[in-house]
């Protein structure tokens, strides 16, 4: 029963990255750059989202992908509210996003009508790192008070991303964090990997890191 | 083959259940009380594990399984290092711990020789709420940076717990963070909840929260 049990979960990997691929080109053929972001619970994700596109609009028309595992709007109200389009993905309890449930969210915006859109996986460090969504790239944010310790002990997470972001420096003060040992875990892991240092809450470090999605969003229009 | 899935997890859920039950009437028949403690990565799991351990020991004879998603002995070495017993479980890159992992883990223990098990599962607010591992009672360890609406974007994690314990109030003062919003979203959820304001770091309330565990401890000797 394993063995089958595998062999199934290989099957659905396998349908969800040819999705992610169709999601992919689709997006491509619109000029339309596109990121996965993920984080454990309370990294910030929103609180970063929200100054990011404020960085980004008007110029670069956005929208964002909300998922979440309970039926709750609360994010999605907050992208709203600054004037964003943003679609709502309930996962139905599930850990991460799919593919499919990424496309099915997708049909709701009007993909002529943008240049860019970010798509705000649900809060866990483990479960979206196997999940293709179709997107360009795949961002992590951390944060100061999750500790120095979380690259080394959710390695898979960090592996398959462009871009590092941590957030909540303005807490530096307060907690131990020892940022060599932190690098040093997620370099081990992803030399190649984009790292930056912000704080949603005072708004330090956000336009360097939206001047750097700024011009990947340039490169694909 | 959607169906067929349902079917083969629920198999597992349902075998995972019966080895929880299991191994509780084998820690009860050698009066042992053991807890599951579940919370997001970074929230202090391990800091506020120590700390209880410290006030607990020598009267309780305790032991911890350590479970981690990667092959990594960080939290183990520190239970060892304040002198007691800790096995470190591998889930192979699994989200959660299951009830034959814990069992498996409780074979290299000497359960003659313990008063309290304590169960450290995966860094995770969605996944461990749905397996049975054969403790007494289940806590989820919340802090202060994580933000207050956790309770309304991950329930599940909330609806099986005995207590809630409250980590790092001494970030209050930099955070904005609503206890009452927060504790209102866990009561609606868990109206029987016991609540602990804690810091691992100051030591702030974990007294009162070790005296509630204590009390438990005492019960199934």
Same mark, same amino acid.
């Given at each position: 029963?394993?063995?089958?049990?595998?062999?199934?979960?290989?099957?659905?990997?396998?349908?969800?990255?040819?999705?992610?691929?169709?999601?992919?080109?689709?997006?491509?053929?619109?000029? #339309?750059?596109?990121?996965?972001?993920?984080?454990?619970?309370?990294?910030?994700?929103?609180?970063?989202?929200?100054?990011?596109?404020?960085?980004?609009?008007?110029?670069? +028309?956005?929208?964002?992908?909300?998922?979440?595992?309970?039926?709750?709007? #609360?994010?999605?109200?907050?992208?709203?509210?600054?004037?964003?389009?943003?679609?709502?993905?309930?996962?139905?309890?599930?850990?991460?996003?799919?593919?499919?449930?990424?496309? +099915?969210?997708?049909?709701?915006?009007?993909?002529?009508?943008?240049?860019?859109?970010?798509?705000?996986?649900?809060?866990?460090?483990?479960?979206?790192?196997?999940?293709?969504?179709?997107?360009?790239?795949?961002?992590?944010?951390?944060?100061?008070?999750?500790?120095?310790?979380?690259?080394?002990?959710?390695?898979? #997470?960090?592996?398959?991303?462009?871009?590092?972001?941590?957030?909540?420096?303005?807490?530096?003060?307060?907690?131990?964090?020892?940022?060599?040992?932190?690098?040093?875990? #997620?370099?081990?892991?992803?030399?190649?990997?984009?790292?930056?240092?912000?704080?949603?809450?005072?708004?330090?470090?956000?336009?360097?890191?939206?001047?750097?999605?700024?011009?990947?969003?340039?490169?694909?229009?």
């Amino acid at each position: 029963m394993p063995t089958k049990r595998i062999e199934i979960v290989q099957d659905i990997l396998t349908v969800n990255d040819q999705i992610a691929e169709e999601t992919n080109r689709l997006l491509h053929s619109k000029h #339309i750059f596109s990121v996965n972001i993920m984080a454990s619970p309370g990294a910030g994700k929103t609180s970063v989202i929200l100054r990011t596109l404020q960085e980004l609009t008007p110029e670069i +028309k956005c929208a964002v992908l909300e998922g979440d595992t309970a039926p709750v709007t #609360i994010d999605a109200e907050k992208v709203s509210g600054i004037g964003i389009p943003a679609i709502q993905i309930n996962t139905g309890g599930d850990c991460h996003l799919n593919a499919n449930l990424v496309r +099915k969210g997708m049909q709701s915006l009007d993909l002529n009508a943008l240049d860019f859109i970010l798509v705000e996986n649900v809060g866990n460090l483990i479960c979206p790192a196997s999940w293709k969504l179709g997107t360009d790239i795949n961002v992590v944010i951390a944060s100061i008070p999750e500790g120095d310790d979380k690259p080394y002990k959710y390695p898979n #997470i960090y592996r398959g991303i462009q871009a590092l972001v941590l957030n909540k420096v303005d807490l530096k003060p307060y907690v131990d964090f020892n940022l060599s040992y932190f690098k040093a875990g #997620i370099l081990a892991l992803n030399p190649d990997v984009q790292f930056f240092e912000v704080s949603a809450k005072t708004g330090e470090g956000i336009t360097d890191w939206a001047a750097w999605l700024k011009k990947q969003i340039k490169e694909v229009e």
